[in-house]
């Protein structure tokens, strides 16, 4: 049985680190180490951490100053000593057949990256879960690439849920200090991968907790997805893959418009100093947009509108709010 990773970045989840560890020392899949990093916590994580490794061989653990979790992952792969690497979240929870179930569709479909499907839990209930289907999915990296854009894309674009040949990782590192640092390593990760495979299995529990970032109200860490933005349409670009750059201008220019139109009850942070740091980051990456990218018609228009004033992004923003929601009806 080869070696697999699993890397769990641990920053002031004691109420939920049990739940988490117990569930990789539960998996069918038995030769696993699990790193531990305790990233700076305050609460009892990291003495839970000690727990585990004092008692059970396979946990590793690494105590630092809190870095966030992009650094956590980095040190965790750094520590690895296996030759797949999986990820599970402090404050998640795996399923047994988790590693196992993953290794198994990997190897037998000659894969580079196998992913399974995340099971969202809020309050205890499953709130997503589908029929599962058999048989795998197989998709190259370009083809993963572009599932990166579909609707669905928070699941290929998270690095949970997912099973890694090691090598993968070589020469790449999740962006220090970022909160979005799936997005900004997954599609770089595809990019060198032959061969992906999808499963329907519901192996991966997600749970809603309130204390992630990403529940929270919007604040100025979120404003990271454009950088990671940036750096991706520069890296389609730069490989010539210039569909895939359009689309990432138009996700940006989306994505832009609706931060323009958050109504203060929806920000944490200082409103005016969000909408400030937004201007400063589409007035230095508008012009790039309009001359290197295909914008659809619409955006466009309210892109060059823009110069006259930044309102237009706002404007489109509203358009787009009222278009998600009559869809939804």
């Not at 040190?75 to 590693?99: H, N, Q, R, S």
């Amino acid at each position: 049985m080869e070696k697999i990773s699993v890397i769990v970045p641990v920053y002031n989840v004691e109420k939920y680190l049990h739940r988490c560890v117990d569930s990789l020392l539960s998996q069918s899949y038995t030769n696993i180490e699990i790193v531990l990093i305790n990233d700076g916590s305050a609460d009892r994580s990291g003495e839970i951490c000690d727990e585990y490794a004092q008692r059970e061989p396979r946990v590793k653990v690494l105590h630092q100053e809190y870095n966030g979790v992009a650094d956590a992952r980095n040190k965790g792969v750094a520590m690895a000593t296996g030759d797949y690497i999986i990820f599970l979240d402090g404050d998640d929870e795996a399923d047994k057949e988790y590693v196992g179930k993953l290794y198994k569709t990997l190897i037998e479909n000659d894969l580079d990256i196998a992913q399974c499907c995340l099971l969202r839990i809020r309050n205890g209930q499953p709130i997503n879960k589908l029929d599962v289907k058999d048989g795998v999915r197989i998709f190259n990296g370009m083809e993963m690439q572009m599932k990166t854009f579909d609707r669905d894309r928070y699941f290929c674009n998270v690095v949970c849920g997912k099973l890694f040949k090691k090598g993968l990782f070589e020469g790449l590192s999740f962006p220090y200090g970022r909160i979005n640092e799936d997005e900004s390593m997954i599609y770089l990760l595809t990019f060198r991968s032959k061969r992906v495979g999808i499963i329907d299995d519901y192996l991966y529990y997600y749970h809603y907790n309130g204390d992630s970032i990403t529940e929270k109200k919007y604040n100025i860490h979120r404003l990271d997805a454009f950088y990671m933005l940036e750096e991706k349409f520069a890296f389609y670009k730069e490989q010539g893959l210039e569909d895939f750059a359009n689309k990432t201008a138009n996700e940006y220019f989306s994505q832009m418009s609706i931060v323009f139109c958050h109504k203060k009850e929806e920000i944490a942070d200082d409103y005016n100093a969000i909408k400030k740091k937004a201007k400063e980051i589409y007035k230095k990456d508008r012009k790039a947009i309009l001359n290197n990218a295909k914008l659809r018609i619409d955006r466009r228009v309210f892109c060059i509108l823009s110069y006259i004033s930044i309102g237009f992004v706002k404007m489109y923003g509203v358009l787009l709010k009222k278009i998600v929601r009559s869809r939804k009806r």
